[in-house]
């Protein structure tokens, strides 16, 4: 999907993946000392916004100005401190080093994937984690949700490969409960977990 597409996804005034942060998210950095945290593709900022709530640094970049948008909103509300950058993460640099740097349902061509990740891993600081989740490749026949193009979903196997030159500490199917209106649905995601340790 391209900005304007997103932009129009983010028009309306409800929060399209709600206010709360990604349950991985959580798990994986409260296990962690806070530094500075980049979240990449942060649609409206549900997950830099919990992380400048717990004591991150945290930057929050995405191309959906509509989305930064209710970003700032949501931030403001909360009474926390967000740096939003309003980039194509395609053609972008970060501008400094992460401790810790997510990318949560961020679905690109495989090619294109693979050149973000390369950035991701080079502005990763020594001892400094990368959080790779989104919907796993086996959701479209045997999960819930998702984009339906099979070419940019992704597998744990294909994320940990892309993401070589760390320490790959977990690269695992995770499954997640989802609210429909036909009752609960389970979504399955990759999740990949990756240490720069040298
Ligand atoms: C499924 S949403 C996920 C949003 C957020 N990560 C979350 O979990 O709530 C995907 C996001 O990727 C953003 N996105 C897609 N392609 C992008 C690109 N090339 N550069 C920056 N953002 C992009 C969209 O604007 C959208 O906000």
Not at 56 to 73: E, I
Not at 156 to 161: F, H, N, S
Not at 165 to 175: A, D, F, K, M, Q
Not at 189 to 197: C, G, I, K, M, Y
Request: glycine share 10%.
């Amino acid at each position: 999907m391209n900005r304007e597409v997103w932009n129009e996804r983010y028009r309306g005034a409800d929060l399209v993946w709600g206010s709360g942060p990604n349950r991985f998210l959580v798990e994986v950095a409260d296990s962690l000392t806070p530094g500075r945290a980049l979240d990449v593709a942060c649609g409206e900022g549900r997950n830099a916004i919990w992380l400048a709530g717990n004591g991150w640094a945290a930057t929050g970049v995405d191309f959906s100005a509509a989305g930064l948008d209710k970003g700032r909103r949501l931030a403001a509300e909360r009474g926390v401190s967000v740096t939003w950058i309003e980039a194509d993460v395609t053609a972008w640099e970060p501008p400094g080093e992460y401790d810790l740097i997510a990318a949560m349902y961020v679905h690109l061509p495989a090619g294109v994937r693979r050149t973000v990740h390369a950035t991701l891993v080079a502005a990763l600081a020594p001892g400094g984690s990368l959080l790779v989740v989104g919907h796993d490749r086996t959701n479209l026949t045997d999960g819930f949700g998702g984009p339906p193009d099979p070419d940019i979903l992704f597998t744990p196997e294909e994320i940990a490969a892309e993401l070589a030159p760390l320490t790959i500490s977990r690269s695992e199917r995770v499954t997640r409960e989802v609210e429909t209106e036909h009752g609960m649905r389970q979504a399955i995601d990759t999740l990949v977990l990756a240490e720069r340790t040298a």
